[in-house]
């Protein structure tokens, strides 16, 4: 199979697109994608200062990446979770991000969860009731605190994390599986800013992960290859899995879910939903909800009083 | 020597001759969630087998 551009040796077939491409024309087209996605849903310009969460994973340093190659200003910010797992999966994400900042000459901001608050993500999820065996909703929490504060105190203009269109068709399967219509309403390729929370930006979500990885691959990133040891069993796995299935009797399946219903929304699907309640805390204020800033972090939730990350920390005892 | 795909720790062998995605099929993974590898390169799916070809696959779905 010849590549449309070049005639040399195809890489990768993208079936979804019709589209074969050799080894320097898959990351060409991949980076002008990029800036066709972040024009066309508008996500941020040149003269702003980015901030990209990255883990050490193929999505978030491809992307910081791609936006470095585009000429954007993007800073990044790594979050050490101190998960082990027989694996040291934390300490070797935390060397690979630092690595990949340093080839490039990058700034980053490392944040540790354990110095900062005196546990690790583990052990705050078995003090919490959250933690239920598994650290997914504390972890999840924690970085999306830690994210927004990081961008908020750095003034930056857009926080920006590396989601994948097959991370993005999950969340909307277990969205659409329980129509949480707040949630539905909220997902979207960029997210407005909000008193105290910098805009939200996800520049690769109509990528697929096969293609993020394919990307890496060809551009020689070093990412942590190991899941991290908590991501087995996770509902996002099980969905990914599913809407592969899918994908595979019918190419283009997978995007088409999701470009539908961004589509939909454009067209006012959920215009008149309200926020179900659920986690409030990554909340836009859209649909209504009323939003004041967290009495503790200052950051906006919709919750009465202190938001769900601070109602957390308090039970942890230093 | 047929040739072989790898997966983790999984090996599978396969016949020469037919693509990489009927080889992939065959073992009963789902293509979406590899890419195929050949020392380290990259390779396209729609590719032939050849005798003695080793193809790495990567893993390319993370969860969480
Ligand atoms: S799998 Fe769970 S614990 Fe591991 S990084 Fe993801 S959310 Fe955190
Ligand atoms: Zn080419
Ligand atoms: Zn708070």
Known sequence: ?318 | MPAKLILRDQEYEVREGMTIRHAIQKCGINLQSVLATRDGELVSEEEFLKEGDVIKLVAVISGG
Request: charged share 20%; hydrophobic share 35%.
């Open chain 1, 1 to 318: 199979m010849r590549c449309r551009k070049c005639d040399h040796k195809a890489v990768i077939n993208m079936r979804q697109h019709k589209l074969a491409l050799c080894k320097e024309h898959f990351p060409q087209w991949v980076m002008e994608q990029t800036e066709r996605f972040i024009r066309k849903y508008r996500m941020f310009e040149r003269h702003e200062r980015l901030l990209v969460a990255v883990s050490g994973g193929k999505d978030s340093l491809s992307l910081w990446d791609i936006l470095w190659r585009l000429g954007y200003q993007a800073d990044g910010v790594y979050i050490g979770l101190g998960i082990d797992g027989g694996i040291s999966y934390s300490d070797t994400s935390q060397r690979l991000t630092e690595q990949f900042a340093a080839q490039r000459g990058l700034q980053l901001h490392v944040v540790d969860i354990q110095e900062e608050y005196g546990s690790t993500i583990p052990q705050i999820a078995n003090l919490t009731y959250r933690g239920q065996g598994k650290p997914c909703s504390v972890c999840g929490l924690t970085k999306r605190h830690v994210m927004n504060r990081v961008a908020h105190q750095g003034a930056y203009d857009v926080l920006v994390t590396g989601h994948n269109l097959d991370d993005e068709a999950a969340m909307l399967l277990g969205n659409t599986l329980t129509w949480n219509a707040g949630y539905l309403l909220r997902q979207a390729p960029v997210l407005p800013a909000l008193q105290g929370m910098a805009r939200k930006a996800k520049p690769l979500c109509r990528f697929y992960e096969r293609e993020m990885a394919a990307y890496a691959l060809v551009s020689g990133i070093e990412y942590i290859y190991d899941e991290c040891p908590h991501a087995a069993g996770t509902k996002s796995i099980y969905y990914k899995g599913l809407l592969n299935q899918l994908e595979e009797e019918r190419p283009g399946a997978k995007l088409s879910f999701y470009l539908s219903f961004l589509q939909a929304k454009e067209n006012g699907l959920f215009n008149e939903v309200f926020s179900t309640g659920g986690e409030a805390d990554d909340l836009t204020g859209a649909g209504g909800v009323a939003m004041h800033p967290c009495p503790t972090c200052g950051q906006p939730t919709t919750t009465p009083a202190e938001c769900a990350f601070c109602r957390m920390m308090a039970k942890v005892t230093r």
